[in-house]
């Protein structure tokens, strides 16, 4: 059955009863894809009833069906005539791991971050009023991603223009929702229905005279459904709410979504899922199983036994260094925004319960609250991905920097992330931090200076960040010992004769020393972005004839920009190359074909540095950007 559907009008053309057969296959083919490919693998078999049951209900593309961060919406791919590419998903040239407008008419709105999708939605509604189209808006978010302010703001605005939307919560977490039985599928089936929509339809023109007796009336419907439900908010912000009900009843479902299809204005359907569903696994341990590599589905995911110790991932590097430092200072909070596991704070947050703070999807409170915490003479940390810190711009000059206010960000994901792509990729950081007065950034060369930097930035009175990559570095073992740097000061790597001085912000030190090797160039760790070691620039742009900088951020406005600016400002006539990410964005796939693609692989950068000596007569400062 699965194999005919090539779109979602082949979809349509099958009986209700035939959609838990097809639901069933589509479930396998997931588990043998993903298991097969890696991928997101958790929560796409947490969304096989209900992506089937809004295709099979709403004449998509026509209808707009936007899906929030887009991780669950590889079933929506594979019913939108994607089925034979899901093998290559998350791959360079392959399948994007999220929705994406150039992909497919079918995504709607390209996603990746969270808590977009309502926002995105609601556009998408008034634009139908504004031009009398006749199409549905739908949003379908997770209770997760309901945690962000950016949800409810959008909640708040449908509501009071009484847009016509409709909202799919997909709650496969949230303990406060009462168990789905009879009785509640009764009362949402009632509620949706023709006849209760024409009686409170009917009521409120009988009542539009009296504003007591229509207020009455409104707030007694709207507490007797809370009395069994809990839609209460959502009705107060001027949504019709119906549910819960079961997320992977797909008859029940697409005999609620008919209801709900003929019912204009703000609508809130409450559907209850279960991460990971139909691999016993993936529903014992959703968070182990969201992302995967390849693996054996007869065996699961295991841990391979006892392996020779190898250099740990920069993430493990921050986790190790929080807890050494939380032990010597009880000032330090550790603060996430949703992101524990990802950014390393489980053994903290096992350790210090009482001092770590997971603020949900919500970057700017994260970063405000630790703004409230160092007036108070704490010691906030915030761990969170260069990418997500974005969100919080406005609270991190605001808030923090115009205060200059103790608060240490360590930005894992700093730079090219691979599979992720560009909603990912931490490329810009270097560039909206630098420019922000009384900020300190360092950008550490491999695994133990990142944890000297991260002890460097906690002593330190001001606003503080430390980037660092995804992953392993040059597997340089991190020293039980702490020692502060000293701020603003650059090392000599090695030193050369061949003109050219390589200055290198961060994590590509590999590919500047086998550069620096082939070139016999001189190789220095420049550590700090800010503030540059303007004493060294002085001697390096006196004994060479070419200065390259070398940074995993975007050339514009980055660590070079701030070598340009500082050379140019003290009239030093030297040749500078700049070598980073070009100025446009960097497409999924493994991280060491982003690096080939944007020219920082080792031998591209000895090509260009080459060029670039043989122009050295004719430049100050070329931005190498393709």
């Known amino acids: 059955m699965l194999d005919n559907i090539q779109s979602p009008a082949d979809l349509r053309e099958l009986t209700v009863e035939d959609l838990p057969t097809l639901c069933t296959q589509l479930r396998d083919f997931l588990l043998s894809s993903v298991s097969s490919g890696g991928g997101h693998f958790a929560s796409n078999l947490g969304t096989v009833e209900l992506a089937v049951a809004l295709h099979y209900v709403f004449n998509t593309p026509k209808d707009k069906l936007v899906w929030d961060v887009g991780h669950q919406a590889y079933p929506h791919k594979i019913l939108t005539g994607r089925k034979h590419e899901l093998a290559t998903i998350r791959q360079q040239g392959g399948l994007s791991p999220f929705p994406k407008r150039a992909e497919s008419e079918y ?17 998408m509604a008034l634009a139908a009023r504004h031009r009398a189209d006749d199409y549905q808006a739908i949003a379908v978010i997770g209770d997760g991603a309901m945690t962000a302010g950016m949800a409810y703001e959008a909640l708040n605005h449908a509501g ?3 847009a016509n939307l409709l909202v799919v919560l997909n709650d496969n977490e949230m303990s406060i929702s009462p168990n789905v039985g009879a009785l509640q599928k009764y009362l949402t089936r009632l509620l949706s229905g023709r006849m209760y929509s024409s009686m409170r339809e009917g009521g409120k023109k009988v009542l539009s005279n009296s504003k007591s007796l229509s207020r009455f009336a409104k707030l007694t419907e709207e507490h007797m459904k809370g009395m069994v439900m809990p839609g209460t908010l959502f009705e107060e912000m001027g949504f019709n709410y119906f549910g819960p009900i079961d997320g992977h009843d797909v008859e029940e479902m697409v005999s609620v ?56 991932t920069y993430t493990q590097v921050f986790s190790d260094w929080l807890c050494d430092m939380a032990a010597q200072d009880e000032r330090l909070m550790g603060i996430t925004p949703a992101m524990r596991e990802g950014s390393g704070l489980v053994a903290f947050s096992a350790a210090y319960p009482e001092r770590y703070f997971d603020v949900g999807i919500a970057e700017q409170h994260a970063v405000t609250l630790a703004a409230g915490m160092a ?23 605001h808030d923090v920097a115009i205060q200059n206010l103790p608060v240490v960000f360590a930005l894992d994901r700093a730079g090219l992330v691979g599979a992720d792509g560009p909603t990912h990729s931490g490329n810009y950081d270097l560039s909206y931090l630098r420019c922000l007065p009384n900020m300190v950034i360092m950008t550490p060369a491999h695994e133990d200076e990142c944890r000297q930097m991260l002890y460097t930035a906690f002593q330190l009175d001001c606003p503080t960040a430390v980037r660092y990559p995804r992953g392993k570095g040059t597997g340089v073992m991190p020293q039980k010992t702490m020692q502060a740097i000293a701020l603003g000061r650059g090392e000599i790597l090695r030193t050369g004769h061949g003109g050219v001085a390589i200055l290198l912000f961060g ?96 031998p591209t950068l000895i090509t260009r540095i080459r060029l670039a000596q043989a122009d050295q007569p004719r430049i100050f400062a070329v931005s190498a950007v393709n």
């Open 107 to 123: 995504d709607t709105f390209g996603v990746g971050h969270s808590s977009t999708s309502i926002s995105a939605a609601l556009g």
């Open 160 to 162: 009071d223009l009484d």
């Open 257 to 312: 979504l008919n209801n709900l299809a003929q019912i204009k204005g703000p609508r809130m359907l409450h559907v209850i899922t279960q991460k990971g569903k139909g691999y016993e696994p993936a529903e014992d341990d959703p968070c182990t199983y969201h992302g995967v590599a390849p693996f054996n589905l007869s065996i699961g995911l295991v841990s391979g036994g006892k392996k020779k110790p190898t250099a740990p």
């Open 375 to 397: 007036c108070e003479g704490l010691k906030p940390v915030v761990a969170i991905y260069s990418t997500f810190l974005q969100r919080a711009y406005d609270q991190l000059i």
């Open 507 to 602: 994590s590509l030190l590999a590919e500047a020393e086998e550069a620096a090797a082939a070139l016999d160039a001189t190789l220095v760790n420049m550590r700090f972005v800010k503030p540059l070691d303007t004493a060294l620039l002085n001697q390096l742009a006196a004994e060479y004839g070419l200065l390259v900088t070398l940074e995993d951020n975007t050339v514009q406005g980055g660590a070079g920009s701030a070598v340009n600016e500082y050379l140019l400002g003290q009239g030093l006539a030297v040749a500078v190359l700049n070598l980073g990410i070009p100025d446009r964005y960097v497409e999924h796939g493994e991280r060491a074909q982003q690096l080939v693609d944007c020219g920082l692989d080792a």
